[in-house]
C-alpha cells in the first residue's frame, strides 16, 4: 500500500501510486514486477500524468481507478497533459485497466478532502 508522501517527504514524485510501486518493487527486489508475479495498481482516481508515466515501466499487468481525473481537477488538482487515449495505450502494452470503480464515492472522497482544507499542492501554485 502506498499513500501520498508530497509534503511530508517535499518530493513531488511521492503519489501514492508512485509510493506503492515503489514499496513493492523493494519488498520483492526487482524494478520489473513482472517477474514476481501479475500485480495490479489500485487506485482512488485515474492517474496523473507523471503516474501514468510510471505504469508503463512498473511491470504491473492491471489499473484499477475509482474517480476520474476531472473529479480531481474539479478540486484543484492539476493532472497534467495526459493523452485522452491513456487507457488504450496502457493496454497495448498489456496493462488491463478497469474504471469507474465506485466513482461516486471516490470522487466524493476528493471533494471532502478539499473541502476540509487539504492542501491542493501544484507546481508554481501552492
Known amino acids: 500500500a502506498g499513500v501520498n508522501r508530497v509534503l511530508a517527504e ?15 518493487q523493494q519488498r520483492l527486489g526487482t524494478f520489473d514486477l513482472t517477474v514476481a508475479g501479475d500485480y495490479e495498481l489500485v ?21 484499477v481507478c475509482g474517480a476520474r481525473s476531472a473529479d480531481a481537477e474539479a478540486a484543484g488538482f492539476d493532472e497534467g497533459p495526459k493523452p485522452e487515449d491513456w487507457a488504450e495505450l496502457l493496454t497495448e502494452r498489456g496493462i488491463a485497466v478497469t474504471t469507474d470503480v465506485l466513482r461516486p464515492e471516490a470522487a466524493q472522497v476528493i471533494r471532502d478532502y478539499a473541502a476540509s482544507g487539504g492542501a491542493i499542492y501544484n507546481p508554481s501554485r501552492g
Open 43 to 63: 487506485t482512488s482516481a485515474e492517474p496523473c500524468v507523471q503516474c501514468f508515466g510510471a505504469l508503463f515501466w512498473a511491470g504491473v499487468r492491471g489499473l
Open 10 to 24: 517535499g518530493l513531488s514524485v511521492a503519489h501514492a501510486e508512485v509510493v506503492a510501486l515503489s514499496l513493492a
